[in-house]
């Protein structure tokens, strides 16, 4: 991955979190958003970054920790 786009991704106010993966997915962004409206924006603004070829959207419903 380009490390431009790392570092736009890491300033935009949406992103929570970036990880480098191995799977399917070059990079595993965690974005957090207030409403829907608020997460469609951030996910636009994500989608028009140079070099981001692709996107998926999974939503997380629940949090399940050990210890």
């Known amino acids: 991955q380009s490390r431009a786009v790392i570092a736009a991704l890491l300033g935009e106010p949406g992103v929570q979190a970036l990880h480098d993966t ?8 965690e974005l957090r958003a207030a409403t829907m409206a608020d997460l469609s924006q951030v996910l636009e603004r994500v989608r ?20």
């Open 48 to 67: 028009l970054i140079k070099g981001i070829a692709n996107t998926e959207t999974s939503l997380l419903l629940s949090t399940y920790k050990l210890g």
């Open 22 to 29: 191995n799977g399917r997915w070059d990079l595993l962004v």
